[in-house]
Structures are given as structure tokens and as C-alpha cells.
């Protein structure tokens, strides 16, 4: 248990550094999403690397490729042939078993599974957009997701859609409840909004999304819908960041909401401020509704 635990610790790890050094997102924000400390992830990010993991690495990167060119179908017994083949030596299957398992790699081909009964989502597809977030035009990907907050000694949830062109948040419905009609109505706001969208749809595998009700309004709108990989937070790294933000800038600095008016009408400031005010670097300078202005100039 304490040697998976180790993997999966370290593949957060990898993958928030990709994310902070590709796509420019905060340290902190992705620590948060994924559940890391901070500290330890600087500390794992400046260490000396030993020659074992450097060697890793290059295993890893030939990992990826070599999976790729078979287009998914090996698992990790067969990918350690050809790896023995291209260092000349033998590698034990055990280390490349967890080498994929960091890269997130897995033979597509399914294994039998015992069914032991557990209740099952109604729908389940695959993660199409696979942590590309970046976006050629407006209504290209949206991502989606939902987060809690208390005011009170209640509960109240925001439901959000977040456009990957320039991180506007093209949507949102604060709720009582969490449940299907929460982003049911989320999704009917975006269309209303941008009639005749038909984007790449991509949420985690809560049991709003994978509702057979859900699908339906999916298909009926033209949209291709995509899930993050199970326990794989960071695949929806954008949208997680916006709910970081919005709980550190507004709702953790203000704090103490009594009631549901009062944490609804604070939440309605922070994304009319974040939509029209809040300047982002890697838009250029300019807020998400500044940069969406500009696009729709030239389009």
C-alpha cells in the first residue's frame, strides 16, 4: 500500500509540473486541486535527482512514444520487450508496471471483471481532451464541474462551465442542491447564451454527468462530451482552478455568510469581477470578456 501510495504521490507531482511549466498555472492552485502540501512538492520539484530517476525519465518518455505508435493496445508486459530491445538489457517488468501507471498509460484493451454488485454510472466515456486546455476559438471546449460552500450551518453548491479559449466562465447556477437539474440548467444557460455551440464538453464522472438524462441533452445539443480519468482530478485542472480562486480571493477572505443570499450575492460579484475585471497574463493583459471581445472582432 505505502508503494502505491509513493506512485500515485509521485505522479501528481509530474503532472503538476507539466502544467505549471506548459500551461502557466499556479503551484498553489494546482497543490490544492490535487491534495498535495506545497512544501512537499518543492521539496520532491528541487531535490538532486539520482541517477535512477533521471534513467526513469528517459524509460518513461520512451514509454509514452512507444505506446503511441502501437496506439494503446500493449500493456506493460509486451512495452518491456521492446524496451529491452532499446537498452539492451533487461528491465524488470515490475519498474515499467509502475512507470505506466505514473504516466497514466493503460492497454485499452479491457480486462473480465468480476461484477460484485456495485451500483454503476449510467454513462461513461472517455477523456477526450486528455489536459490539452488550450483552445482555438470561442465555444471550441468548455470544462465543468461543481463545488460546495457553507454558509450557515447550511450547504449550497455552484455548478460552473468555464470556456478553455479565454477562461470565462460562460455559466453558473448556485443551488440548494446538488443534483441533476442543477447542471441540467447550467448547460441550457451556455446555449441559451451561444446559440448554436457545439463544443467539446469535458466534466469529471460525477453522477450529474454520467446520468443517462445528462447524455441525452448532450446528444440533442451536438455536443461531444469527455470525463476525466477516475481519480484523476488534474484532468480538469482549469475549472478547479477557478473554484481555488474564487474561494481565495472572495469567499475565504470575506467568510461568515449567514445566508444564502448573502453567499449567492458574493459569488455573483467575484465572477462578474473575475468575467470583466480580473486581468489574466496568459490572455495578454486582458480580462476573459476583454479577450472574448477581440476574438469575436476578427472571427
Known amino acids: 500500500m505505502g508503494s502505491l501510495n509513493k ?21 498553489t492552485l494546482l497543490c490544492e486541486v490535487a491534495g498535495v502540501n506545497r512544501s512537499a512538492y518543492y521539496k520532491w520539484a528541487d531535490r538532486k535527482k539520482p ?23 500493449y500493456g506493460y508486459r509486451r512495452l518491456k520487450l521492446y524496451l529491452d530491445r532499446i537498452y539492451q538489457k533487461k528491465i524488470n517488468h515490475k519498474r515499467v508496471h509502475r512507470l505506466m501507471k505514473i ?11 468480476k461484477n460484485y454488485g456495485k451500483s454503476k454510472p449510467q454513462h461513461v466515456t472517455e477523456n477526450i481532451l486528455k489536459r490539452n486546455f488550450k483552445a482555438d476559438k470561442v465555444n471550441e471546449k468548455w470544462v465543468t ?11 449550497a453548491y455552484l455548478s460552473a462551465i468555464l470556456d478553455l479559449y479565454d477562461n470565462s466562465i460562460v455559466s453558473y447556477v448556485i443551488s440548494h442542491s446538488n443534483n441533476n437539474q442543477l447542471v441540467f440548467q447550467t448547460l441550457d444557460n451556455a446555449l441559451l447564451k451561444s446559440p448554436g455551440a457545439t463544443p467539446l464538453l469535458h466534466s469529471d464522472r460525477g453522477f450529474q454527468y ?16 469527455s470525463m476525466s480519468r477516475a481519480g484523476n482530478c488534474l484532468d480538469n485542472a482549469p475549472i478547479e482552478s477557478f473554484f481555488g480562486k474564487l474561494k481565495v480571493e472572495k469567499y475565504y477572505l ?30 495578454s493583459g486582458l480580462s476573459p470578456i476583454e479577450y472574448r471581445y477581440q476574438y469575436q472582432l476578427t472571427a
Open 254 to 283: 470575506e467568510g461568515n455568510y449567514q445566508t444564502f443570499k448573502e453567499l449567492k450575492d458574493a459569488i455573483d460579484e467575484y465572477i462578474h469581477f473575475y468575467n470583466h475585471t480580473r486581468l489574466q497574463k496568459k490572455l
Open 7 to 27: 506512485v500515485k504521490q509521485e505522479k501528481k507531482y509530474i503532472i503538476i509540473k507539466e502544467l505549471h511549466e506548459e500551461q502557466s498555472f499556479p503551484i
Open 103 to 113: 504516466a497514466g498509460l493503460k492497454s485499452i484493451i479491457p480486462t473480465k471483471k
Open 51 to 73: 541517477d535512477l530517476e533521471i534513467e526513469n525519465e528517459k524509460i518513461m518518455k520512451d514509454l509514452i512514444t512507444l505506446y503511441s505508435e502501437f496506439n494503446g493496445v
Open 210 to 225: 454520467t446520468s443517462n438524462g445528462f447524455k441525452q441533452k448532450i446528444k440533442a445539443a451536438n455536443i461531444t462530451q
Open 145 to 155: 464541474d461543481i463545488t460546495e460552500f457553507k454558509y450557515g450551518n447550511n450547504k
